[in-house]
């Protein structure tokens, strides 16, 4: 075995990599192939266009949540070592800034178009601004998990991340009036998608779509290891998420410089699929956003810009992913071993 990094002595002490038939789920290098699929969107729409703002302020690292240390990530100035048992109150005032006014700013947007987004909510966050879950349902949009803490769950034991999925459930579910019918974690585990699918299971709760998934531009469906006996299996949905059109480059050492950046990255993402429906391959494109990020003045024209110049558009359908998934579902029911 080779590898690019110096690991030091330590890495071979770690036991070797073993599958698990409970939660790993196998790689697919083919997809759809050559021809992709024509998901039919509605009305003979060229693209179905999903935006979705990841609600996470007040739910990151901080000793007043009971973390050890304070955030580092995702803010004007990220990187660095964190404080550890001090508050970091900078940080804080620039997540707080997201959900002062950066959620409003986007919601006031996509209202007044009438576009519907989806919300990728993070519990704890919700916790703390129970108005933004109210107004998210009362206008008609989507209101998805983003689990219950905006946290790292990679080496969390499973029987403790499964609580914390329950946690967001309940969480969100008493904030919104309503169960999120899709998950996205973003910092996930090796086992979640497994435990995702477990806890819904337990739940009761409808599971309609999961987006940790970079790997289309369409959706697609999954066979999920623990239905592997069942009789009835029902698989999972994925609907494929975005590290590229997302404004958390903004943040990262080699992401967007400038608003226009932003707009310039996105329009010629849409550009590109639109072309490829009009000639008979839609696809679907997801625009992640940050209220703390792009709720900011200068880089929320830049969103605003994209916003006008795709309403000008014909052909384009805005939708919720668990519109997206609704009529996926309805038009490609889960048949086992099969994307769609």
Known sequence: MSTPYNLGTDALKVAPFKWDDHYDFPRNLVGFGEKSLNPQWPNGAKIAV?????????AEHTVLNGDVHSETHLWE???????VQERAVNIESEYDYGARAGVWRLFRLFNKHNFKYTLYAVGQAL????AVARHSVENGHDIASHAYRWIDYHNMPAEQEKEYIRKALTSIKETSGVYPKGWYYGRLSPRSHALVWDVYKEMGVPLLWESDSYADDVPYWVDVPAEKDSPNPEGMLMIPYSYDCNDYKFNVATGFGAPHDFYDHVKGAFDVLYEEGSEGSPKMMTIGLHCRCIGKPARFAALKKFVEYIAAKEGVWVATRTQIAEHFREKFPYKKGQLA
């Open 77 to 83: 100035a990220p990187g660095g070592t964190p404080h």
């Open 50 to 58: 999903s935006f979705v703002i990841n609600y996470e302020e007040g």
């Open 127 to 130: 916790e703390g601004n129970p």
